[in-house]
């Protein structure tokens, strides 16, 4: 069996049961944002630059051990991906310096910080992010020691400092800078990280686990101790070891199941009277669920209905003109218990959809935050707008893709470009802008504030996009329209699953649909991307994806961009990267398409004005 490494530590730490699931053979672990790894890689290495004999171990964690004992053996030395074993014990740590003095570990977090907190003291105020640190620091400092029992172990943590403004450009390419420049940026990036000096909390740690936090069966214990059970575990089924579900379920990725196996409640707590073993209280819209969990309800069958509303009759004959998310709870509960609910139920309201003004401008952006500054003037997290991409609909039903995303090479910071394309947009100064969220409209809003910031220059710049945001024909009011808020106000659709996300909302259509969705509606590039047979995997998202590179979110497609950005990518994988990249924006923007088509359908269904649709 492998040796448990740093991962498996903090599973086996909050729940045993994880812990088996993390080494079963038959469940996936767990999966890895490849680009944020890469991303978190070069945070790394621009806090060793600080540091002399930078060394840099293999990906393979075998070899990466053995260069980590030979290196060890030099005077003085920082290892970049250390891998130290002890036994059964294993960990890769993100620095290793080993100075006359003694040897630090050393982890990089991703959490501004001030530059006055200079060392962590287990004080009671630490929030519960910074003692999980803590914890993978004590496991990391425990398996340091057994290997070199004579050495004094400091811990140290790196964080982004909440006051720094970069006073260079292209931070994000410390890798890259010329030998004449590389003071003043090793100089910007000392200046950009607070440093706290963590080894009195993680010794704290080490001897006791704080309460709160880990799997009671080690309340009390030290580290040390802990390993010694959790090496007791080992192949066994943990199940004796964990009787009930608990605090660390809420976020467990083994909790619920797939379609081929069932997930760790169903497998261990399911009640005998609970038949749908898969639909719990913390999938439940809104808010609530504590008082079914205080009440030991745990399942959305055993929830209790109040206020008379058992039917979806009487939920109707209450209601006023919105769906309430009080409602929206109410029918999942009556759905996990066998009672009738419509697949749809639609309100009135969402007759506005009929008044807005054409062309329909469907758009969406997407930005990055990362705590390398790319600008100077910047500061760790400011928000960088890289690409969008928009469906116009016009009155005569045709419709228009336009799109735009940053590939242009690592210096060039790319607001003004995002601008010039945004801004040439067939007819964007005209009808409606239709988003998801109020997110492109701050968005505007902010690249509006930063180009004023000089705005001498860049008053060209400023009045075009006033002109997008405000429009030349509309009154302001009416610029702008958030889909989400027709599907929260007036939009149910059965197969939801709680939240109404746009993603969300478009499986639930393509489901109610039964169909695929048909290229007829888009003349998008990749029309047979779309086609989604409804009894394979329903989320389209899956279906754009090529290779081993993965962009199912928004938070995947940005640290993607900023790999490439940062030059991380590979020659070989760049071009299918940017592709990808831009499949993912457009179908986000095409997903609304679809939801309007589909509510302007359902509209027109209808026989009079007032009626509601329940299908
Ligand atoms: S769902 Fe709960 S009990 Fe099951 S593995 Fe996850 S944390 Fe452990």
Not at 394 to 409: F, I, R, V, Y
Not at 413 to 420: E, G, L, N, S, V
């Amino acid at each position: 069996m492998k040796p448990l490494n740093d991962h498996l530590f903090l599973q086996a730490f909050s729940c045993p049961l994880k812990f088996y699931y993390s080494i079963s053979d038959k469940r996936s672990d767990y999966h890895r944002d490849f680009f944020r790894q890469r991303n978190k890689l070069h945070l790394r290495d621009a806090v060793a630059s600080r540091f002399t004999n930078i060394k840099h171990t293999s990906n393979d964690v075998e070899e990466a051990n053995k260069e980590t004992e030979s290196w060890l053996k030099e005077g003085e030395v920082t290892i970049c991906g250390a891998v130290i074993q002890h036994g059964d014990f294993l960990t890769r740590i993100p620095i290793l310096n080993k100075t006359s003095s003694g040897i630090t570990i050393i982890q990089i977090h991703g959490k501004l910080r001030k530059r006055s907190m200079e060392s962590i003291r287990m004080d009671g105020k630490l929030g519960k992010s910074v003692i999980n640190y803590l914890v993978k620091a004590a496991y990391r400092s425990e398996v340091v020691r057994r290997v070199f029992p004579d050495s004094l172990i400091n811990v140290e943590f790196y964080f982004p400092n909440k006051d720094f403004k970069s006073s260079l450009d292209h931070l994000h390419l410390h890798h890259k800078v010329i030998k004449s420049e590389s003071d003043k940026v090793d100089q910007e990036l000392q200046q950009l990280f607070t440093v706290s000096d963590a080894t009195e909390a993680v010794k704290s740690v080490s001897d006791r686990k704080p309460d709160g936090i880990g799997y009671k069966l080690f309340d009390s214990l030290s580290i040390s101790e802990i390993l010694e059970k959790i090496s007791n575990l080992k192949t066994g089924r943990a199940d004796s070891d964990v009787q009930n579900i608990h605090s660390a379920c809420r976020y467990c990725q083994f909790r619920l199941g797939n379609i081929n196996e069932p997930g760790c409640w169903e497998e261990h707590f399911n009640p005998d009277d609970v038949i749908k073993g898969n639909k719990h209280v913390y999938e439940l819209i809104g808010q609530g669920s504590k008082r079914d969990l205080d009440n030991n309800q745990y399942f959305q069958e055993e929830i209790t209905i109040h206020d008379g509303l058992h039917s979806f009759d009487l939920m109707k004959k209450f209601g006023g003109p919105h769906i309430t998310v009080q409602q929206r709870r109410n029918l999942q509960v009556l759905q996990s218990k066998g009672e009738w609910v419509p697949r749809l139920w639609v309100k009135p309201g969402i007759e506005i959809l009929m008044q807005l003004n054409f062309p329909l401008h469907f758009i969406d952006f997407e930005a990055a935050t990362y705590s390398l500054p790319m600008k100077r003037g910047s500061q760790p997290y400011e928000s960088i707008y890289f690409q969008f991409s928009c469906h116009t609909l016009n009155s005569d039903g045709t419709l228009e893709h336009a799109e735009w995303l940053d590939m242009s090479h690592g210096e060039n910071f790319p607001h003004d470009d995002f601008t010039k394309a945004l801004t040439q947009i067939p007819e964007i100064e005209k009808g409606t802008l239709i988003h998801y969220s109020p997110f492109e409209k701050q968005a505007l809003n902010k690249l509006i504030r930063g180009f004023e910031k000089n705005s001498m220059l860049n008053k060209e710049k400023i009045e075009k996009l006033e002109i997008v945001r405000d429009g030349l024909n509309s009154q302001k009011s009416d610029r702008f329209f958030d889909l989400s808020r027709i599907v929260r106000d007036f939009y149910y659709n059965g197969f939801m699953n709680g939240g109404l996300g746009l993603k969300e909302v478009l499986n639930s259509i393509l489901l109610w649909e039964k169909s695929s969705i048909q290229k007829t509606l888009g003349g998008l590039e990749h029309p047979d991307s779309f086609t989604v047979p409804i009894k394979d995997t329903l989320d389209p998202y899956l279906h754009i994806q090529t290779g081993n590179n993965q962009i199912l979110d928004g938070s995947s497609a940005m640290n993607a961009w900023i790999s490439f950005k940062c030059g991380l990518l590979k020659e070989e994988e760049r071009d299918e990267v940017l592709e990808l990249l831009k499949r993912y924006c457009e179908l986000d923007s095409y997903s609304m398409v679809i939801l309007y088509h589909h509510l302007v359908r359902l509209f027109k269904m209808r026989e009079n004005g007032s009626e509601e649709i329940i299908l």
